[in-house]
């Protein structure tokens, strides 16, 4: 077998035939090349919305193929598929009269929406703001930028020097960013927050701590990024965690959800005030990726929006939370997990103990989910079925009893 391709995130010397090979999926189960069978618990990572085989989606991607495969959106071209899928996401945000800026990964999203939270400072006269207050546990991407700002150290370890003016948070205590506002508020272009943190453990914000965030950008004079690669379109139980959680920021990325991860799609919403200020300068935005913008990509994005629309997903997030809450409480009364975290359809348990070999213990029984130390997260498609549910948390007692 070829030793070609180099995995993300695994060890490089691992042989490509001890790899899971899937061959097939639909709905919510994945399928390898032995024919074996697994519920997705993840939705491939953290992004499947609608589930595997949609048809819809596959539909409009065939038809756009068939019309316009490619082009860019760079002046003075555009078409009608990247029109009609930023009038679809912002129609969704808290900024309906914002703008959309176009990717093709989150990583690119977060590295776009650094880029625009320093350049409104400079524009507006403000040169001194540059630093960026990440949150510790905090993941944003592998990018460059991404890889400054996240707050999981080991992913920021071994590349070299990584860009200055950062600054770390907690990402409990509120007063920790307080304190460096105090110190260095006259320099801060930005925070940057995910509302559920989700590499890092499925860490939801605690009660007043993303208004405390809202608060002392304001009174400073800073811009508040969420980062909703993970929580947008639907997996929080609203469009967006921002609506989850009543905390408009003034910049959101995402990616992931918006196609369900037929194709990559990714971008940045502003609010109508930051637009307006881009607007206001009659020099040319100097930024954009080849494929922002792209026609597939962007016809997959409005099918995926519209599946969400007609399926109720948004509102069943909600009846999955219920279940997992359920679920994951039944194990933690009878002693077989510490603790349990979450909201809308990602949830996280821990364990007490390293979670990878419960994981592997799941995969045996047929059943995706992500180690993270020692806590294990779920975060399903939402057209995973009630019966499915019930599967996981079968599957998942045994393995607890067993591993």
Not at 19 to 41: F, M, P
Not at 61 to 70: A, G, M, P, R, V
Request: aromatic residues 6%; negative net charge; hydrophobic residues 40%.
């Amino acid at each position: 077998m070829t030793d070609a391709l180099l995995h993300a995130f695994a060890v490089p010397s691992k042989p490509e035939s001890d790899y899971i090979n899937l061959v097939s999926a639909h709905g919510s189960t994945l399928v390898d090349d032995s024919g074996k069978e697994y519920i997705d618990g993840l939705a491939s990572l953290w992004l499947c919305q609608i589930g595997h085989g949609n048809e819809h989606v596959i539909g409009a991607i065939t038809d756009q193929l068939s019309q316009l495969e490619t082009y860019n959106i760079f002046d003075p071209f555009t078409h009608e598929s990247a029109v009609q899928v930023a009038e679809a996401i912002r129609s969704k945000s808290p900024h309906p009269d914002g703008r959309v800026f176009l990717g093709c990964s989150g990583s690119e999203a977060i590295d776009t929406v650094l880029k625009l939270s320093r350049m409104i400072q400079q524009r507006r006269g403000q040169t001194d703001r540059q630093t960026i207050v990440r949150r510790l546990g905090g993941y944003h991407g592998v990018n460059v930028g991404g890889t400054s700002v996240q707050g999981i150290a080991p992913n920021r370890e071994g590349w070299g020097d990584l860009l200055p003016h950062v600054v770390e948070a907690d990402n409990h205590d509120i007063e920790s960013a307080s304190r460096i506002f105090a110190e260095q508020g006259e320099q801060i272009a930005a925070v940057i927050c995910e509302p559920v943190q989700g590499a890092g453990g499925v860490i939801v914000a605690p009660d007043g701590y993303l208004q405390g965030l809202r608060r002392l950008c304001d009174e400073h004079g800073a811009l508040l990024i969420f980062d909703e690669v993970i929580t947008g379109f639907g997996r929080t139980g609203e469009w967006f965690a921002s609506q989850t959680f009543d905390v408009t920021p003034d910049l959101i990325t995402f990616a992931k959800g918006v196609t369900s991860g037929y194709i990559p799609l990714s971008g940045v919403i502003m609010s109508n005030a930051i637009a307006g200020e881009l607007e206001a300068n009659p020099g040319k935005f100097m930024h954009g990726f080849t494929y922002s913008g792209h026609p597939a990509s962007c016809a997959a994005g409005v099918a995926n929006i519209e599946v969400i629309d007609q399926l109720g997903l948004v509102e069943r997030a909600r009846s999955i939370g219920e279940h997992f809450s359920q679920g994951l409480s039944a194990l933690q009364g009878d002693g077989m997990i510490d603790s349990y975290r979450g909201v809308g359809a990602i949830w996280a348990m821990e364990l007490g103990r390293d979670s990878v070999p419960v994981r592997d213990a799941m995969l045996d029984r047929g059943v995706v989910c992500r180690p993270i130390g020692e806590a294990l997260a779920f975060c399903p498609p939402l057209i995973i079925t009630d019966d499915e549910i019930g599967q996981i948390f079968d599957r998942l007692e045994d393995a607890l009893k067993n591993s």
